[in-house]
Nanobody, 131 residues
């Protein structure tokens, strides 16, 4: 069992940057594929970014226009999301998720961006961006 805990959320002003972190307990994240999603009030869950275990391939939602960067530190057992140029529409609860590695899959983009593919989820951290 993997338990994920997000941290780093908070209230910021438009244009600010913020970094989120996701840590796991119960098992190392070293080989897991990791993703970040968010859910804004009244909206569906939205894919943001993902990073594969091993090779560290990254995927991003096109709508982010390069503002967010995902990274992982396997030595520390964390996955991070750096968010720049935040906008009020980025206000949401942000979730990290883990997908068990499959030795027969190279984890292509359709899989990485699909929330249903992920096996474990954190409880979420609130990010509020004011104008």
């Amino acid at each position: 069992q993997v338990q994920l805990v997000e941290s780093g959320g908070g209230a910021v002003q438009a244009g600010d940057s913020l970094g989120l972190s996701c840590a796991a307990s119960g098992r190392t994240l070293r080989n897991y594929h990791m993703g970040w999603f968010r859910r804004a009030p009244g909206k569906e869950r939205e894919f943001l970014a993902a990073i594969s275990g091993g090779a560290g391939n990254t995927y991003y939602a096109d709508a982010l226009q390069g503002r967010f960067t995902i990274s992982r530190d396997d030595a520390k057992g964390t996955v991070n999301l750096k968010m720049n140029s935040l906008k009020p529409e980025d206000t949401a609860v942000y979730y990290c998720a883990a997908d068990r590695p499959d030795p027969f899959s190279n984890w292509p983009r359709p899989q990485a961006t699909n929330a249903d593919q992920y096996d474990y989820w954190g409880q979420g951290t609130q990010v509020t961006v004011s104008s």
